[in-house]
């Protein structure tokens, strides 16, 4: 088996700061991705990577900027983050493609003050 | 648009009754996984069950993809079942599209 970690677990931060989110996974997956999940609201993408270096976008990534430095790391950036934002970001890691098992890690939860 | 239909929306039983969840499809896709979170709780993956069906303790589903549709059937419920539980299935485009949740309150 494997985990996925996420840093830190809790955020708080300042209307207009850039704000780093970090997650290890160690099952050796190739696919990484992030999402939000809003009280009320179902999981949206924000953004997705399929191999080291590679970024691709998914339909909330307006407001965030990802990085995948290696395959095992994936973090995300809230270029500015908005006052009274209160989220948990949720990183998550597939071994292929479409039609592989999700994991996700335990998530942040933003709150920006 | 791409949807994930999930009912009932809430679920309310009496601890050891079964419980029987849905999940219906807007297109065929060759992944589907179960979810289950507690408030303020992580996600955890329950069970990845892209065809057939598949057990893992008291949970089975069941996923029939020419009639696009999976359940997940709880069998002997406990009260720590309480909680939402999420079907998601997987497009071409790498996106996990995820159903709205079954809250299901488990009562003694």
């Known amino acids: 088996g494997g985990i996925i970690t996420q840093t830190p677990k809790f955020l708080i931060g300042q209307e207009g700061q850039k704000l780093t989110l970090k997650c290890q996974q160690n099952?050796?997956?190739?696919?990484m991705y992030w999402y939000r999940q809003d009280s009320g609201k179902g999981l949206r993408l924000i953004y997705y990577?399929?191999?080291?270096?590679?970024?691709q976008k998914g339909d909330l990534s307006e407001g965030y900027d990802a990085s995948r430095e290696k395959k095992s790391s994936f973090s995300l950036t809230v270029t500015s983050a908005q006052k009274n934002e209160m989220a948990v970001f949720l990183c998550?890691?597939?071994?292929?493609?479409?039609?592989?098992?999700?994991?996700f890690g335990k998530g942040t939860r933003l709150t920006v003050v | 648009e791409q949807q994930v239909q999930q009912s009932p929306a809430s679920l309310v039983l009496q601890e050891a009754e079964n419980a029987e969840l849905q999940c219906s499809f807007s297109?065929?896709?060759?992944?589907v996984q179960w979810f289950y979170q507690r408030p303020g709780g992580r996600l955890v993956s329950l069970l990845y069950?892209?065809?057939?069906?598949k057990q893992s303790g008291r949970l089975t589903s069941t996923t029939v993809i020419k009639e696009r549709r999976s359940s997940l059937h709880i069998s002997s419920s406990q009260i720590t079942d309480s909680g939402t539980y999420l079907c998601?299935?997987?497009?071409?485009?790498?996106?996990?599209?995820w159903g709205s949740g079954t809250k299901l309150i488990i009562k003694p």
């Open positions: 099952f050796n997956h190739d696919t």
């Open positions: 998550a890691s597939s071994r292929d493609r479409v039609g592989t098992e999700v994991f």
């Open positions: 069950n892209p065809s057939g069906t």
């Open positions: 297109i065929f896709t060759n992944q």
């Open positions: 998601a299935m997987g497009d071409s485009n790498y996106q996990l599209i």
């Open positions: 990577s399929i191999t080291e270096n590679d970024l």
